[in-house]
């Protein structure tokens, strides 16, 4: 099977920047065959789990609205690991912070989350 590892995570305050990574691991076969796309997605308490933005293997990219401008998702060659450049963060960004694979979004392989925490 294939296993995602996110770092990066941690507490800064508003206005600050993190870089999350994410890197995938297993069977190179599923790696190569069943992955379409990486992403991260980020659930906030009391909130639904929700798309922050995910980049395909041919380079298209699609971000949430609420981080347009200030997030920057990219990815070695090799298409693992995936990064994600958050910059000009908000409280409101706090929340758990999920590496997604697959062939569409959401994908069938999940990590097991890092937290990032913006302090006002």
């Known amino acids: 099977q294939v296993h995602l590892a996110e770092s990066g995570g941690g507490l800064v305050q508003a206005g600050g920047s993190l870089r999350l990574s994410c890197a995938a691991s297993?069977?190179?076969?599923?790696?190569?065959?069943?992955?379409?796309?990486m992403g991260w997605y980020r659930q906030a308490p009391g909130k639904q789990r929700e798309l922050v933005a995910a980049?395909?293997?041919?380079?298209?990219?699609n971000y949430a609205d609420s981080v347009k401008g200030r997030f920057t998702i990219s990815r070695d060659n090799a298409q693992t690991p995936v990064y994600l450049q958050m910059n000009s963060l908000k409280p409101e960004d706090t929340a758990v912070y999920y590496c997604?694979?697959?062939?569409?979004?959401?994908?069938?392989?999940w990590g097991q989350g890092t937290q990032v925490t913006v302090s006002s």
């Open positions: 997604n694979a697959g062939q569409i979004t959401p994908g069938r392989y």
């Open positions: 297993g069977s190179i076969f599923r790696i190569n065959t069943m992955i379409n796309f």
């Open positions: 980049i395909t293997r041919n380079g298209s990219t």
